[in-house]
């Protein structure tokens, strides 16, 4: 516990241990100043049950072989039972875990493999047949709060064992795909996703481990259904049991959760101190959806959170104080806390009380795609995340029903680090330090840093990084000041490729968060910003596109050097880095404008889905105290 | 002098026939209709796969506990067998096909390269292995936002840099990606765009060129570059074995 105490206080403080990693080259690629790598850390495969059942049939092989640039076939099917969409990455990802659902690992398995003697059974039979009902079944086993396997197939075969099986082949694809030369060229993680869904709340976890050694099978929630018996079973299983077994867990996007992903109340210090270890970073963006903010709601007037909401602009009940349920069926009430600055909130609250923030988590982005796709995030290349579900531009406008996709869904985020070089331990570590962040799907470069005071002039000097890791923290880091915070943000466009060239940069702003006397605060700063951008909804192009004839708007590189004027000596404060592209046409209405306008479905007129959006970057917060 | 008589407590006879007794008992009671008994080979692969889960080895009531449930659950299989209880079970004879599979390709000698083979088939398809060159430089980034015309700013820093000018240490805007260090080739290229990386691949060694990236214009000076290489047999054995059989395995007859 100390250990963990003195670690968090450590990251904290912005110094970092160095990655040491056996079984491994050092990489040719290494900078003290941390480069900048991509990923995605939440992706499914046909080993997931919602996965298989869309006529998915990519596994985590083939997934990894996606991130790094090969070409895969998606669904829909032709007639002789082969896929037909062609998707490949412009530019592979540098790292990525293969997240499939820990629960349902062997019954999938079970009902899809033919020799299975649990094959022929009416649960099976109808499974492989896909229908609504069937999804609706095995979904329904996530909703209880006492949740059961089937035994319908687990009296047939011996899902304990069949589990083993499926996670040793999850480790084998990982392992096989590890760039473990000196190239440092790609990084997976063997990893899964624990999603325990107790009364159609979003409780779900990336389980992330840092190296290969890892428990003989993955924790579901039929073995462990609360977030507490999900980090029992982890530490019986590795942290405490298995010599090297290292493992964080990364909170999935909270906006289904109803209130429920980031409780209000610890029972004492020690359980706060275990949060904040265990999660260090948590989802805010992936294509279920935006949970950064809500405008109109929890006090939020900030019109840039009006961004990708799952549930539509349409007016949620607030939970107050009373968790509510339903969230991922799109029902119930929204809490404060389903939004990631309500938790930032929360967190300096608990802190007051308690002396221990188990909020103080660091933002990535991921796909969460359901096709195997990691780093499938483009607006304008989007071909789905759900199998046949979305496998046509009709398939993926229709409005979202009891399933999951539709047309308030994205494409998904990815997550940028800062990494000293391309390998599992200096990818985790960067994590475990929070210098990590999310974006909507851009590959926009931002740093961020603060200090008590920083070099003159810092946005006009080459060794901006060195200058400032010397005078302050990085992003993720607390900074200890008797005087006012100085920030310094820098933020390079997403360059793109040839053929789909990068959006400028609109503007950067810093929200701050902060709890005193009175009450908990949030306000947002614009710190540097250019002419809004155009587009033109009938073509998609842009300004500065070579055939359109609008004038150029944004810029390549924003830099701004911010003090804050209102911060108080005593005022326990969180400051995060919001910057925001030019905009650009949504994924679903580039569809629209693939089909002829009199067979466009009804979505494309709705003026509650939105033609052009800015895509953004989010980056994780640095926690100021008085020293 | 007649010996004293001993007590009959200490008669040698009756100690051994408890002892014999004590033993036969223990013997009836742990073994079932069917005996089972432990190989040293098998002791062994229980502390091992004790180690492989728990990450140390047993202590020696853990191996006792480890052992006597073996000897148990042995026990209960072999009589299962004898009764017959695996014929006709699906689930057992899933396993042993999936074994029988198993065993064929480890035990196939065209299925199991040697060193040869492997640098042979690594020769053959060094496109796909090769570990991309290094350049260790250092750039400086002219801000298209705090300079009018930043191309030409590039090109007065990269004189003032060729002579020691006092003021060239300060050049450069901040620039998030790394202003200095060493990165592989493919990285530069996916990090700062094509032309930078080209640029850095035929700079002259320690001079300052003016380079442009995805982001603009920036001056920049390599001094070391290290050209690409195939990487070792043992570096990648495990994926040139899986590579080396999925290519006998489209081309078996």
């Known amino acids: 516990m100390i250990g963990r105490f003195l670690w968090v206080a450590l990251v904290g403080c912005g110094g970092a ?43 985590p092989d083939d997934a990894y072989a996606f991130a790094q640039g090969e070409a895969k076939m998606l669904p829909p099917l032709d007639a002789s039972g082969s896929p037909t969409v062609q998707v490949q990455l412009e530019r592979p990802l540098d790292f990525a875990a293969v997240t499939d659902h820990s629960e349902y690992l062997a019954e999938v398995r079970a009902c899809t493999d033919s020799s299975s003697p649990a094959y022929g059974t009416s649960l099976c039979v109808d499974y492989r047949d896909g229908s609504p009902a069937s999804i609706q079944t095995w979904g329904s086993a996530f909703v209880p709060v006492d949740p059961q396997r089937f035994s319908a197939i687990c009296d047939l075969i011996d899902c304990a ?29 063997v990893a899964y996703e624990w999603s325990a869904t107790p009364n159609i709340s979003n409780l779900h976890r990336n389980v992330i481990f840092r190296g290969s050694r890892v428990p003989v099978q993955p924790i579901s929630m039929f073995d462990a259904p609360t977030p507490d018996a999900l980090w029992d079973a982890l530490n019986a299983s590795c942290t405490d049991a298995l010599n090297g077994c290292e493992v964080l867990a990364i909170p999935h996007n909270p906006n289904q959760s109803n209130g429920h992903l980031f409780p209000a109340e610890y029972a004492n210090k020690a359980q706060a101190i275990d949060v904040a270890w265990r999660e260090p970073v948590v989802e805010i963006f992936q294509h ?25 602009p349409e007016p949620t009940e607030d939970c107050g104080d009373a968790p509510g349920q339903g969230g991922m069926a799109g029902l119930g009430c929204q809490h404060r806390t389903d939004f990631v ?84 331990g200096a990818i985790f570590d960067a994590i475990r330090r929070k210098e990590v962040y999310g974006t909507s799907g851009p590959r926009i470069a931002v740093r961020m840093f603060a200090a008590e005071e920083l070099p003159d002039a810092i946005c006009g000097r080459a060794d901006f990084v060195p200058a400032a890791d010397t005078a302050g923290v990085p992003m993720g880091g607390t900074l200890q000041t008797s005087v006012a915070p100085t920030f310094a943000i820098s933020a390079l466009m997403d360059p793109g490729t040839k053929r789909h060239p990068g959006r400028q940069l609109h503007r950067i702003e810093l929200v701050k968060g902060w709890v005193d006397d009175s009450g908990t605060h949030m306000e947002v700063v614009e710190v540097i910003g250019t002419e809004l951008g155009q587009v033109d909804e009938a073509t998609c192009e842009v300004d500065g596109d070579e055939e359109a004839e609008i004038p150029e708007s944004g810029a390549a590189h924003l830099c701004a050097v911010w003090t804050d004027p209102n911060w108080r000596a005593g005022q326990d404060a969180v400051y995060y880095a919001r910057v925001l592209e030019q905009p650009v046409c949504r994924w679903s209405w580039r569809d629209c404008l693939s089909i002829p306008e009199d067979l466009r479905p009804e979505t494309c007129s709705d003026p509650t889905v939105a033609h052009t959006i800015q895509e953004r970057a989010w980056t994780s917060p640095i926690q100021v105290r008085e020293r | ?194 032309r930078l990386a080209l640029a850095v691949s035929e700079a002259p060694l320690d001079e300052w060129t003016v380079a442009e990236s995805s982001y603009g214009w920036h001056v920049l000076r390599v001094t070391e570059r290290t050209p690409q290489r195939l990487p070792t047999v043992s570096a990648i054995r495990d994926k040139l074995i899986e590579d080396w059989r999925a290519e006998q395995g489209q081309v078996a007859p």
């Not at chain 2, 408890?18 to 062994?44: K, R």
């Not at chain 2, 290229?189 to 094509?194: D, H, K, Q």
Request: hydrophobic fraction near 35%; aromatic fraction near 8%; proline fraction near 6%.
């Open chain 1, 17 to 59: 241990p160095q990655a040491v990693e056996p079984g491994r080259e050092a990489c040719l690629d290494h900078s003290p100043d941390r480069n900048l790598y991509w990923g995605d850390l939440h992706v499914h495969t046909s080993l997931s049950f919602d996965a298989w059942i869309y006529d998915m049939r990519l596994g």
């Open chain 1, 161 to 189: 064992s069949e589990t083993r099986d499926v996670w040793t082949e999850v480790q084998d694809a990982a392992e096989q795909s590890y760039d473990r030369t000196s190239a440092c060229t790609f990084t997976s993680f």
């Open chain 1, 288 to 312: 279920k959806g935006d949970s950064e903010c809500r405008t109109g709601a929890f006090g939020v007037s900030d019109e840039a959170c009006d961004f990708e909401k799952l549930r539509g």
């Open chain 1, 341 to 424: 600055r309500g938790m930032l909130l929360q967190g300096l609250e608990i802190e007051r009380e308690l002396g221990v923030n188990p909020y103080n988590k660091g933002f990535i982005g991921s796909s969460d795609t359901h096709n195997g796709t990691p780093g499938a995030v483009e607006e304008d290349q989007f071909a789905g995340h759900l199998g046949r579900v979305e496998g046509t531009p009709e398939a993926r406008l229709e409005l979202p029903q009891l399933n999951p996709g539709g047309v308030r869904n994205n494409p998904g985020g990815l997550a940028g680090v800062w990494a000293v070089e391309n390998s599992r």
């Open chain 2, 1 to 194: 002098m007649q010996a004293p008589s001993r007590p009959w407590r200490r008669e040698p006879m009756l100690w051994c026939s408890v002892i014999g007794l004590l033993f036969f008992g223990v013997d009836w009671a742990l073994s079932g209709p069917v005996q089972a008994t432990l190989s040293s080979e098998m002791s062994m692969a229980l502390d091992q796969d004790f180690e492989r889960i728990q990450g140390r080895t047993p202590t020696d009531a853990e191996r006792r506990g480890l052992q006597q449930r073996w000897l148990s659950e042995e026990a209960l299989y072999r009589e299962g067998l004898r009764l017959g209880l695996d014929r006709g079970d699906p689930v057992v004879r899933r396993r042993v096909v999936q074994k029988m599979q198993q065993l064929q390709t480890a035990q196939d000698p065209t299925w199991t390269p040697d060193e040869t083979m492997l640098l042979d088939y690594l020769t053959r398809h060094q496109d796909r292995y090769l570990v991309a060159g290094t350049a260790t430089f250092e750039q400086r980034y002219a801000s298209p936002d705090r300079h009018p015309d930043p191309q030409a700013e590039v090109r007065r820093w990269a004189l003032l840099l060729a002579n020691d000018h006092p003021e060239s240490p300060g050049f450069g805007d901040a620039f998030a990606l790394a202003h200095r260090g060493v990165q592989s080739t493919n990285q530069i290229e996916r990090r700062y765009g094509a």
